[in-house]
């Protein structure tokens, strides 16, 4: 008899969160997979349907929350604490509602969140205390030995490699897993308002900030198999939004992005592509912006982060302020508006001089795109992890919160407001 394996996306205890395109791919994905020898649930503690929380059109929006007093190591941050999530008691009930799991999943994001994870496990425990539970994702594989340490969980899988996730899984279920690519498992999801999608993993450069070239080794997927999906997805769903998950899309375009391109506007699906993580300035043609014209790209985000040389040298030289004017001029040659564009500009990263964030945004204005500003978060394993160290104490992964950083690293909170101002007058401009 096949056993049962219970999926769940656990709760977000922060100052902010926000649904900006962020579903559990990863998760989803796995689901494709354990599908070949398990029945397969799946619970989203962050899902707005269950709890009728109002949403935009294309299917971004707040999440589900409430107000928490905050853990007493963050007392000092003067900011209202929340959980993020369902009801309680919802969740409790779609526990009891499917059938009873012989193992339960459990992801994980920022590494500041694992106290949303401890209260998702709480509540399991409250209906399933004997079952194994695992933990994978983006926390366990960067902090492995606090998740051991913190997490009331049996196996903590440090891993985001597939193949070697399965490998794992493979000793501790007993079973084989296929090795050949696997689509992620959208049924599963249950809503279609947008999907993510991830054409290629890990990425091309090293940014001292980052360290999504650690977590996975850059790989392309077949562009086309990707195409099909994309036409099948809105087919079977109806789903017209598409988000993008890729940290380097444009690499090898010839081969990867342009044949993609090509075959979505061959298919002529009438949707919306979306490009949360950025992309890469430098890699921009006018061939490649012209397809993302004609194929559907409605948001165009890029990653700039500061016009400062010294900043672009040192942390990782991903593109110049000379690229980023001719990406601007290749855009809106392509038929895109400043309405498309929004232009990432990092704010408090270690070393980096902080009068540059406001010549970055007029720069980015005076160019035709829309600053945003993006709050620098430590992450361990990186670079400027170390640098932030030396600035705050970042040992309790509650402090590497993005919030409590901006607090403590004593970034000028007068100038903070002044560039929230700034950045909403180039927004309404
Ligand atoms: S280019 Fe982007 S994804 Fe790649 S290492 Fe730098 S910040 Fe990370």
Redesign the pocket.
């Known amino acids: 008899m096949r056993k049962n394996i219970l999926l769940i996306n656990p709760y977000i205890e922060d100052f902010s969160a926000y649904d900006h395109f962020s579903k559990p791919l990863g998760l989803i994905w796995l689901s494709s997979y354990l599908k070949e020898h398990f029945n397969v649930y799946f619970i989203n503690a962050l899902n707005r349907l269950y709890q009728k929380v109002k949403f935009k059109p294309d299917g971004t929006g707040d999440f589900p929350k409430r107000k928490i007093p905050a853990p007493e190591n963050l007392k000092d941050i003067p900011r209202d604490f929340k959980r993020y999530g369902i009801d309680e008691g919802l969740f409790l009930q779609k526990l009891k509602e499917i059938e009873k799991p012989d193992y339960i999943f459990i992801t994980s994001g920022m590494t500041y969140w694992y106290t949303g994870i401890q209260y998702t496990i709480s509540l399991i425990k409250e209906v399933y205390s004997n079952i194994p539970i695992f933990l994978g994702g983006i926390y366990a594989t960067i902090l492995p030995n606090h998740a051991k340490r913190e997490i009331d969980c049996d196996y903590v899988i440090p891993n985001q490699n597939i193949d070697s996730v399965l490998d794992e899984l493979e000793k501790l279920l007993g079973v084989n897993f296929t090795r050949e690519l696997k689509l992620p498992d959208y049924e599963i999801l249950g809503e279609y308002y947008y999907l993510p999608i991830l054409t290629s993993t890990g990425?091309v450069?090293?940014?001292s900030y980052?360290i999504?070239?650690k977590l996975s080794s850059f790989k392309q997927f077949d562009p086309i198999i990707f195409a099909i999906l994309i036409k099948n997805l809105k087919d079977k769903y109806g789903c017209k939004n598409f988000a993008f998950y890729d940290?380097?899309l444009l690499v090898n375009s010839e081969k990867h992005v342009i044949p993609f391109l090509e075959k979505i506007i061959e298919y002529d699906l009438n949707i919306n592509f979306y490009t949360p993580n950025?992309l890469?300035i430098k890699y921009l043609t006018p061939t490649i912006a012209k397809l993302m014209k004609k194929s559907g790209f409605v948001d165009i985000r890029l990653?700039l982060e500061s016009i400062d040389e010294h900043f672009q040298v040192k942390k990782?030289n991903?593109t110049s302020k000379e690229e980023f004017k001719k990406a601007m001029e290749i855009l809106y040659n392509a038929g895109f508006t400043k309405d498309n564009i929004k232009v990432y500009t990092l704010l408090n990263i270690p070393e980096a001089d902080n009068t540059s964030i406001e010549k970055t945004m007029e720069w980015i204005y005076q160019n035709g795109g829309q600053p945003m500003l993006a709050f620098y978060s430590p992450i361990p394993g990186t670079k400027d992890f170390e640098k932030a160290s030396k600035i705050t104490p970042l040992d309790e992964p509650l402090f590497q919160n993005n919030t409590v950083y901006l607090y403590r690293s004593r970034f000028d909170m007068n100038y903070f407001q002044y560039l929230k101002t700034l950045e909403n007058r180039f927004k309404k401009a």
């Open positions: 990425c450069f090293n940014c980052c999504g070239h940290d380097a950025g890469h990653s990782g991903k």
